[in-house]
C-alpha cells in the first residue's frame, strides 16, 4: 500500500494529502462534536430519568409500605405520558419485583437502547426497596445515526470538493517539478544540453531549476571546451608542431585513404620522401632556434613546390614526404621532385645570414608489387638513401634493387651489436704524404666493417647509427688501440715513425676523463703520445666550447697533435681556430675534387691555405686524385697531401707493404 | 397469591436486624399457614399471623401520622403503642419490640386501665378486646389526640380513626371520606396515608350516635 504509494506521481500524491487531510479534519471535528451532544443528550436523559424515579419513588413507597402493589402498577400507568420512559418497576427490600410498568411503546428496546436509572426508597430513614425507571435511548441513538449519515454525505461532498480542488492546486506545486522531470529526462536521453527548463519563482523548486539549469549551463560550456580540446588533441596528435604539417600518423592515413581511392591503379599514388641536407650541421652549429625556422621555412617551400591535391607531411627531424595524388605518369613525379629540389637548394635567408642546405628525394609510385603503405613508404625512404648517396641535391625513383638495400639498413643496429665481438671490424689506412718530400709522414685510420652477409659496409653508412646507439665508444676505443698497436709494431719493423691519425666522435669527448682514457690506450700499445693524431670534426668543435677546449688542450699537453677534419663543409667561426691547439687543418675533398678548373674552389682552397698560415697551421689536402691537384695545392701552398694518387685506404699489410716501398723519399713520386 | 408474600415483605421489612434462624422457621410455618386451605394451618395460627401483619400497618401508620406537640411531653418520650386484646397484644411485641418511630423509641404496652390509656399515641382495639367488653366500643380515658386504629366492622362509626379489614385475602385501611369531624383533634394525616385509605361515608352512622 505504502509502497504503491511511494510510486504514485508527484501530483496524485498531493492531491491524496490533501483530500486526506480534507476528510480526517472534518470527521474527527464531527466525531468530537457528536461526542459531545451524546454525552448531553445521555446526561439529560439520565436526568430526566432521575427525576421520574425520584417522583414516582415519593408517590410510590407509602403504597409500599401498605402492601398496596395495585396501587402502585396504578401510579406507574400514569409513566405512560412520559414518552421517554420505557418501563419502571418497583422492587422491595429483597430486590423481588412489587410491581412494575411496560411503556406500550417499548416493544423492540432492548438493553442497549435503553438507559436504567435506580433508587433506593426510604421511609423515615429506612429502606423499604427501590425503583428503577428504563429510559428510551432510542430517540438519542437514532439522532445520532441521523446526524452520522448527514455527516457522511457531507464528507462526501467535501472529499469530491477537496479533490477538485487538490488536482488544480496541487499543480502550483508539482507542475513546475514535473517540468524539471520532463527536461532532465529528454536531457538525459537526448543529451542535448542546450535544453533548459522554463523557471518558476523563488521557491525550492525555482531555486532547484535555478541550480539544474545552471549545471546544465556547466556541462554544456564543459562539453564545448573538451570538444575543442579533443579536436586540438586530435589536431596535435596528427599535425607536427613546428610546421604545422601533417605528421607521420596522420600521413600514413591519407596514403592509405589515396590507395584506398585509387582503387584498381596504384600508380596513380606516389610517395616523394624529402630528407634536408646538412640540416643537422646547421642545427648543430647555430642552434635550434636557427633549425626550427629553417625547418619551417624549408616546409613552406616544399608545400608551394607541390600539387593543390598533394599532401606535405613532416615525418621528424629533418625529413619529410609528399603525398600525390592523381600522376599519370613519371614525368609528374620527376617535375615536381626536380621543382622541390630546386626550391631547397636557394639560399635561406635566415637571422640575417644565408644559409645553404639542399634535399636528396625519393620517389616511389605504387604498383602492383607495391600497393600498400608499408611498401610504399619503404621504398621512397630507400630511393631517397640512394639520392643522397648519389651526391645529395636530387632525387630518385625507387628501383627494386634498392629495396635491398633498405632492408639492410634496418638490421644494422642489430648488427653493430655483435660485429665488434665477431671481430667483423677492421682499420684501413691511407698514407699522408709530404708533398715537398713526397714522404710518408703518417697515415690515416679508417674504420672498415666487413659484414658477413651484406660485404664491405662504408663508414657513412654505420657511424650514424653507432653515434645514435651509442656503439660508437667501443668501436672507437678498438679503432684506437688498433691503430696504435699497429703504429708500433710497424716501429718495430723498422718501416718508420710513422704519425697514425685517428677519427673522433663527438660522444667520446664527452667524458671528462677522456685524456686519461687515450693514454691508457697508447700506454698498453707501446706508441709514444706524439705519434698520435686526433683528428676532429667542425661540430665537434661546436658542441661545448669550455669542456672541449679542456679536453683538447689536455690531449695536447700529453703530446698529440690535433688536426681539423673536412675543414670548410661546416659552418662554425673561425674564433676556434685560434682558441683550440690545432697543429693541421685537413681541406675538404669536395673543394679540392674541383681543381683546378673550378675557380669557386679555387678561391675557397687559397682562403683557407691564407688562414691556415696566418695561424701557423699545417694544411692537408684531401682527396687528392690527379697529379694536376697535386701541382695546385702543392702551389697553392699545401704542406701535404691525401688521396687515391699516393694511396687508397688499404688494410694493415698492404700499408706495411707500401710503408716498405716508399721508405725512401724520393721514389714516392708518382707519375710526376 | 398476595397473602403469603405480603405477609413475608412486611415481616421482612419490619425485622432491622438479621433475623434469626429460627424465627425465619416461624415466618415460613406462618407463611405456610396463612395460605387458605391448608391442611396444617390452624384457627389460633392464622389469627397469630394476621397480628403480625397488622403490626406492620400500625408501626408504618406512626410514620405517616403527626401528632402536635402536646401529645408528648418531650422529644425523647417514647411512642406509646397500646394494643388491646391479649393475642394482639403478643403478636405485635413480637414484631415491634425495639423499634423506633421517627427517632421516638416504640413502647408496646397494654394498658390496665383508663390512666394508662390516656397517655397512648396509637391505640389498637382488637376485636378480642370489643367483643370481651361489651359494654364499650372503645376503652375508656384515650386522649383526643391519640390515633384510634381497630378492626371491627363499627369501629368507625364508633369513633375510630382507622380500621382494618380484610380484602381479597390482603389487608386494607378504612377511613371516614369526610375525616374532619371523626378526626381526632391536632392529628395530622399524611396525603401518603390518605390516597391508600378505602374512604367510607359515615355521615349516616356519625349521625346515629
Not at chain 1, 140 to 159: C, F
Not at chain 1, 312 to 332: K, P, T
Not at chain 1, 462 to 467: D, H, L, Q, R, S
Not at chain 2, 68 to 96: K, M, W
Request: with cysteine.
Amino acid at each position: 500500500m505504502m509502497r504503491r504509494f511511494r510510486d504514485r506521481p508527484l501530483h496524485s500524491k498531493l492531491t491524496v494529502i490533501i483530500m486526506v487531510t480534507c476528510c480526517t479534519a472534518l470527521v474527527l471535528g464531527y466525531a468530537a462534536l457528536a461526542w459531545r451532544y451524546a454525552v448531553g443528550e445521555q446526561h439529560k436523559l439520565v436526568r430526566h430519568l432521575e427525576i421520574v424515579a425520584d417522583v414516582t419513588g415519593a408517590n410510590t413507597i407509602s403504597a409500599l409500605a401498605f402492601d398496596d402493589a395495585a396501587w402502585v402498577r396504578r401510579h406507574l400507568q400514569s409513566l405512560q405520558a412520559d414518552p421517554l420512559v420505557v418501563a419502571a418497576a418497583v422492587y422491595d427490600q429483597r430486590g423481588t419485583m412489587f410491581a412494575s410498568f411496560q411503556a406500550r411503546a417499548a416493544e423492540g428496546a432492548d438493553a442497549a437502547s435503553t438507559v436504567r436509572v435506580s433508587r433506593a426508597l426510604l421511609l423515615d430513614g429506612e429502606p423499604l426497596g427501590s425503583i428503577a425507571v428504563d429510559g428510551d435511548a432510542r430517540q438519542l441513538h437514532s439522532a445520532l445515526l441521523a446526524d452520522a449519515l448527514i455527516m457522511s454525505v457531507i464528507v462526501m461532498a467535501t472529499g469530491l470538493v477537496s479533490w477538485a480542488l487538490a488536482t488544480r492546486l496541487q499543480r502550483l506545486v508539482s507542475e513546475p517539478i514535473a517540468r524539471l522531470a520532463r527536461t532532465m529526462e529528454r536531457v538525459a536521453t537526448s543529451r542535448d544540453y542546450s535544453q533548459r527548463v522554463e523557471p518558476s519563482g523563488h521557491d525550492e523548486v525555482g531555486m532547484l531549476i535555478g541550480s539544474f539549469n545552471e549545471m546544465l549551463d556547466q556541462i554544456e560550456s564543459r562539453d564545448r571546451r573538451s570538444r575543442i580540446a579533443a579536436a586540438q588533441l586530435e589536431h596535435l596528435a596528427h599535425h607536427d608542431a613546428l610546421t604545422q604539417l601533417p605528421n607521420r600518423t596522420l600521413f600514413r592515413i591519407r596514403l592509405q585513404q589515396a590507395l584506398g581511392e585509387a582503387d584498381r591503379q596504384p600508380q596513380r599514388v606516389g610517395v616523394m620522401f624529402v630528407d634536408l641536407d646538412r640540416f643537422k650541421t646547421i642545427n648543430d652549429s647555430l642552434g635550434h632556434a636557427v633549425g626550427d625556422l629553417l625547418l619551417q621555412e624549408a616546409a613552406g617551400r616544399i608545400s608551394e613546390s607541390v600539387r593543390e591535391t598533394d599532401v606535405v607531411a613532416r615525418l621528424g627531424g629533418d625529413e619529410f614526404a609528399v603525398l600525390l595524388n592523381g600522376i599519370r605518369s613519371a614525368s609528374d613525379a620527376a617535375r615536381i621532385a626536380s621543382k622541390l629540389v630546386e626550391q631547397l637548394a636557394r639560399p635561406f635567408r635566415i637571422a640575417e645570414q644565408d644559409l645553404f642546405i639542399s634535399a636528396s628525394v625519393g620517389i616511389c609510385r605504387g604498383s602492383e608489387s607495391a600497393k600498400d603503405v608499408e611498401t610504399l613508404l619503404k621504398n621512397a625512404d630507400a630511393a631517397m638513401y640512394r639520392a643522397k648517396e648519389g651526391g645529395r641535391n636530387d632525387y630518385r625513383f625507387f628501383s627494386t634493387e634498392m629495396s635491398a638495400d633498405a632492408t639492410e639498413s634496418l638490421t644494422m643496429t642489430n648488427g653493430l651489436a655483435h660485429a665488434l665481438d665477431n671481430g667483423e671490424f677492421a682499420v684501413h689506412y691511407q698514407p699522408r704524404i709530404e708533398l715537398a718530400t713526397r714522404r710518408v709522414t703518417g697515415v690515416e685510420a679508417l674504420v672498415r666493417w666487413q659484414h658477413p652477409v651484406h660485404g664491405l659496409i662504408p663508414p657513412a653508412r654505420f657511424i650514424p647509427v653507432a653515434e645514435a646507439s651509442g656503439m660508437i665508444e667501443p668501436i672507437g676505443d678498438w679503432v684506437l688501440a688498433t691503430a696504435c698497436r699497429q703504429a708500433r709494431a710497424w716501429s718495430d719493423a723498422g718501416l718508420g715513425e710513422v704519425q697514425v691519425a685517428v677519427n673522433f666522435s663527438a660522444r667520446q669527448f664527452r667524458h671528462a676523463d677522456f685524456p686519461e682514457h687515450v693514454a691508457s690506450i697508447l700506454r698498453r700499445s707501446g706508441l709514444p703520445m706524439q705519434r698520435l693524431e686526433v683528428e676532429l670534426t667542425e661540430t665537434l668543435m661546436m658542441a661545448d666550447h669550455d669542456k672541449t677546449q679542456h679536453v683538447l688542450s689536455a690531449l695536447k699537453a700529453m703530446g698529440a697533435s690535433l688536426a681539423m677534419d673536412d675543414f670548410g663543409t661546416g659552418y662554425s667561426s673561425l674564433s676556434y681556430l685560434k682558441r683550440f691547439p690545432l697543429d693541421r687543418l685537413k681541406i675538404d675533398q669536395s673543394f679540392v675534387r674541383g681543381l683546378p678548373a673550378n675557380q669557386h674552389d679555387l678561391q675557397i682552397t687559397k682562403a683557407i691555405v691564407a688562414l691556415a698560415k696566418s695561424l701557423n697551421l699545417r694544411l692537408v689536402a684531401e682527396g687528392v686524385e690527379t697529379p694536376q691537384q697535386c701541382d695546385v695545392v702543392q702551389q697553392l701552398g699545401c704542406e701535404e697531401a691525401q688521396g687515391y694518387l699516393f694511396g687508397a685506404p688499404m688494410p694493415a699489410a698492404d700499408m706495411a707493404r707500401f710503408l716498405a716501398a716508399h721508405q725512401c723519399v724520393g721514389d714516392l713520386v708518382t707519375g710526376s | 397469591m398476595h397473602g403469603p408474600h405480603a405477609m413475608n415483605r412486611l415481616r421482612r421489612r419490619l425485622c432491622c436486624k438479621p433475623v434469626p434462624a429460627i424465627e425465619w422457621t416461624i415466618a415460613a410455618a406462618l407463611l405456610l399457614g396463612s395460605a387458605p386451605g391448608h391442611a396444617e394451618e390452624t384457627p389460633h395460627e392464622a389469627i397469630r399471623a394476621e397480628y403480625r401483619l397488622k403490626a406492620g400497618f400500625l408501626y408504618n401508620f406512626a410514620k405517616y401520622v403527626e401528632w402536635p406537640a402536646s401529645a408528648f411531653h418531650s422529644a425523647q418520650e417514647p411512642l406509646r403503642l397500646c394494643i388491646f386484646g391479649n393475642e394482639a397484644y403478643t403478636a405485635v411485641r413480637d414484631v415491634l419490640a425495639g423499634k423506633t418511630v421517627k427517632g421516638r423509641a416504640l413502647d408496646i404496652v397494654q394498658p390496665g386501665n383508663a390512666a394508662e390509656a390516656a397517655r397512648c399515641q396509637v391505640v389498637f382495639v382488637s376485636a378480642e378486646y370489643r367483643a370481651g367488653a361489651q359494654a364499650q366500643s372503645m376503652p375508656p380515658g384515650l386522649a383526643a389526640s391519640a390515633l384510634k386504629v381497630g378492626e371491627t366492622p363499627d369501629f368507625l362509626h364508633n369513633g375510630g380513626t382507622i380500621n382494618l379489614v380484610r380484602s381479597d385475602n390482603r389487608i386494607r385501611f378504612e377511613m371516614r371520606r369526610n375525616s374532619t369531624a371523626a378526626t381526632p383533634p391536632d392529628l395530622q394525616f399524611s396525603s401518603q396515608l390518605l390516597k391508600l385509605a378505602v374512604l367510607t361515608d359515615d355521615t349516616r352512622q356519625g349521625g346515629e350516635r
